[in-house]
């Protein structure tokens, strides 16, 4: 369970803080959708849960455990906005084991399998898949680390109706086993998986009620 208390992001460089008194919970095997204009503070959100940046004030705790950006690096797996342009391994076993050689193989077929991958071989190029593979295969290189929380910034932004609606089923399915936090300026479709929404607008977030959002599409009843 995920629990942020008063979290303040609040760099000396801006007038105003960029995050203001976030409050929030997360259960496990829970998806929670945050949904805000661009500007808002999303991405920011994402980084400090991800370790990546450091929050100015407030408290990040996993069950009991108050977090530091350490802990968030090894708890935390961030999947960014485009994440297909930061591939870097020439076939899907090199960017699956990127950072990770002693990986093994059953780790990698179980997280190929859990984005519905593995029918393709390890020896295909990353850049040979199609836009909604390439965003599954991000995934899989966040869930091969067995991280606690899955961070994702924008996963459908760019995917066309069939390819999001392959990515809902994905995800749909991997809330079963792992929390997930997605961030959208047009989240569509995500809100009908969704067990918890917030709006966000400059910095500040408010809880909102999934049900209300949600013209709730077909996609994964079919
Ligand atoms: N360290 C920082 N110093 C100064 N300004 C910052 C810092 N980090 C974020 N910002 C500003 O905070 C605001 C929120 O940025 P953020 O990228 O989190 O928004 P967003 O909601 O993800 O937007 P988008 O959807 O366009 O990516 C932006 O105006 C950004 O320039």
Redesign the pocket.
Known sequence: MLYLKDLV?H?A??PSA?LKSINLELGSQQMGVVI??????????L?ILAGL?KKTSGTILWREQELTPDHLQQLAGLVF?FPERHFCGSTLLEELRLGHPELSKDRIDQALEAVGLSHLSLHTSPRALSGGQQRRLALAVQLIRQPYLLLL??PTAGLDWSMRRQLIHVLAKLKAEWSLLV?S?EPGELVSIADRCWT?NH?ELQPVDPTTLVTKQAVIQS
């Open positions: 992001y760099p460089a801006t960029i805000g204009p661009s500007g808002s503070g999303k991405s920011t959100l980084e940046a906005q910034d924008e961030v300026h966000l910095g």
